[in-house]
Structure formats: structure tokens, C-alpha cells
């Protein structure tokens, strides 16, 4: 393939002359390119600026005012953050530990109370002797819903013992371990 040459042997000349071609790039060319480019550029910024701002105020005007009510703003639901956690737990612990050094009613209606921990810890141990020597006491035969859930055949064990929510069997023998 042969490459063709455009240039009239005088062009070469000149440009042999000037040390570069003069006839690749037109400067007028690229100057006009250029601004044409920068007109485009600033003719599409006002036009989408001009949609954009028409399309908003056609957006607000449909929109209805909102009712005095729904502009109020009170304080965000609780829980709020806590502005000075490490006070504020010390405060709770605080009042816990009060709580559990004192005396006070639990349930007055019912005469139920709560005492200071350390008395339920020292009277706990005093509470499950009077429980053992109560279940030693039992008159020959008698047995608790949880020996009798015990005894009975597996299919049958729904009719003796009680069933709490969720149709697990109750075993009364694990809550006589627990002080009440």
C-alpha cells in the first residue's frame, strides 16, 4: 500500500524551513471548536437550570399546605440518650442498692414486703429446713403432682400433671427447690 502525500513539494519546503508542519493543525480551528464547546455548555446549564426550577415550583404547588399540628415539633420519643452515662449509672446503681439494703412493701394490699438482701440470704437456709422437715412429715401415700407426673406412663402424663403455656408439663419438683 502506498502512503499518499498531499502536500505540493513547496508546503514541504516550508516546513523543512520553519522545523515543523505547517498544515496538520489549524489553531483558528481548535479556537472555534473550543468556544463553540463553552457556548454549548453554558446554553445547557440555563436550560437545565430553568427545567429543574419549573419542575420545583410545579412539584410545591401541588403539594398542600401542611396542618399547624403536623409542623409542631416536640421532643423525640424516650428513650433519650444519655448525656452523662457514667453519672447517670452510678445514680442507678445507686438507687437499686438502696432498694436492696432496705426494708418496704412490695404489695401492701396483699401484706407482701421485701427486706435487705443480707436478711433473705441468712433467713434463706432457715426457710428450706422448715421445707424438708414439712415434706418428711407427709402422711404415707401422698405424693406431690411431680412424683405422681413421675410415676405415670409417658402418654398419660398430660392428665396429672399441669401444663403451663407453650404445653410443657410443670414439674413442681424443681420449684420446691427454689424459696418462695
Not at 505540493?8 to 520553519?18: G, H, L, N, Y
Not at 457514667?86 to 445514680?91: N, R
Not at 446503681?93 to 440470704?121: C, T
Not at 398419660?156 to 424443681?174: L, Y
Amino acid at each position: 500500500m502506498e502512503v499518499r502525500d498531499s502536500t505540493t513539494p513547496e508546503q514541504r519546503a516550508k516546513s523543512v524551513a520553519a522545523g515543523h508542519e505547517l498544515t496538520d493543525v489549524s489553531i483558528r480551528g481548535i479556537a472555534i471548536l473550543g468556544i463553540g464547546l463553552m457556548i454549548c455548555a453554558v446554553v445547557i446549564y440555563i436550560g437545565l437550570w430553568w427545567m429543574f426550577r419549573s419542575l420545583l415550583d410545579r412539584e410545591l404547588a401541588r403539594d398542600p399546605e401542611l396542618p399547624p399540628l403536623a409542623t409542631e415539633r416536640g421532643p423525640p420519643p424516650r428513650p433519650y440518650l444519655e448525656e452523662n452515662p457514667g453519672v447517670e449509672l452510678k445514680a442507678l446503681q445507686a438507687a437499686e442498692n438502696r432498694f436492696l439494703d432496705s426494708y418496704g412493701w412490695v404489695d401492701e394490699k396483699n401484706g407482701v414486703i421485701h427486706i435487705p438482701i443480707d436478711q433473705a440470704m441468712k433467713r434463706l437456709p432457715l426457710k428450706l429446713k422448715e421445707r424438708s422437715k414439712i415434706s418428711d412429715q407427709r402422711p404415707a401415700g401422698a405424693t406431690t403432682q411431680a412424683e405422681a407426673a413421675v410415676k405415670a406412663p409417658t402418654g398419660n402424663r398430660s392428665s396429672t400433671a399441669p401444663r403451663e403455656q407453650g404445653g410443657r408439663a410443670r414439674d413442681d419438683a424443681d420449684e420446691s427447690q427454689v424459696p418462695q
